[in-house]
């Protein structure tokens, strides 16, 4: 596709479920980014997939967290017994060269914890 | 510990007026900075950036201003459309951190027309 996607756009969970949010990055990027967004703030990194390496999980909140690109395409990110405090936007973005075209985000997965 | 900071939460511009959005940031290690545009309901856009070797750079209405001295930067937008009314962010990098960016918590600009 021409952009980034993820899906579902919208996820509720109850406190304890555990969800799987997809992104599909563009075709040819080698670089792939997880970043989590709290209501009225900036993005914070998660992790970061180069083919399919994670070369950088340094921003993963605990270890509820696991994020996998096993085909060095398609990335999953999976929240294990999810908690209210896990709820956000969940970005992802992918790059051929970010430092002259930045990243391309996704329209990220709104994640609501009830 | 905010590594990067936007201090002004909003800003209401007139259509045709220069938009003025600023950023501060702490870590003297950041070498590129990024400015990205979010509309509701979409993920940010990238706008422009600039690198630590540079105190300026222009693309078309956007201009990015970088003051290594005082950790600031800026963006400038001339003339201001209705159209850029949307949540700026600003972005920083250093070499030793790879590709992560620390994101600033975002400006909200209003256009009016």
């Known amino acids: 596709g021409a952009g980034v996607s993820q899906s579902p756009r919208y996820k509720v969970a109850k406190r304890g479920q555990d969800v799987a949010l997809r992104c599909d990055p563009i075709s040819g990027h080698v670089s792939l980014f997880w970043y989590q967004q709290a209501l009225g703030q900036g993005p914070e990194f998660l992790t970061y997939f180069q083919n399919e390496a994670q070369l950088d999980k340094s921003g993963l909140p605990s270890d509820r967290f696991f994020a996998e690109r096993p085909e060095g395409s398609v990335s999953t990110l999976k929240i294990q017994r999810t908690q209210q405090e896990d709820s956000a936007v969940y970005l992802c973005?992918?790059?051929?060269?970010?430092?002259?075209?930045?990243?391309?985000f996704g329209s990220g997965t709104r994640l609501t914890v009830v | 510990d905010q590594q990067v900071k936007q201090n002004s939460p909003s800003l209401s511009v007139q259509e045709g007026r220069i938009s003025i959005l600023n950023c501060d940031y702490t870590?003297?290690?950041?070498?590129?900075f990024l400015w990205y545009k979010k509309y509701p309901a979409e993920g940010p856009t990238f706008l422009i950036s600039?690198?630590?070797?540079?105190d300026k750079n222009e693309d078309g209405r956007f201009t990015v201003f970088l003051n290594k001295s005082a950790k600031h930067l800026s963006l400038h937008i001339v003339p201001s459309q209705p159209g850029d009314s949307a949540v700026y962010f600003c972005a920083a990098s250093s070499g030793n951190a790879g590709n992560m960016l620390t994101f600033g918590g975002g400006t909200r600009l209003m256009v009016k027309p």
């Open positions: 870590n003297s290690m950041f070498d590129y």
């Open positions: 600039i690198s630590s070797i540079k």
């Open positions: 973005a992918s790059s051929l060269d970010w430092t002259v075209y930045g990243y391309t």
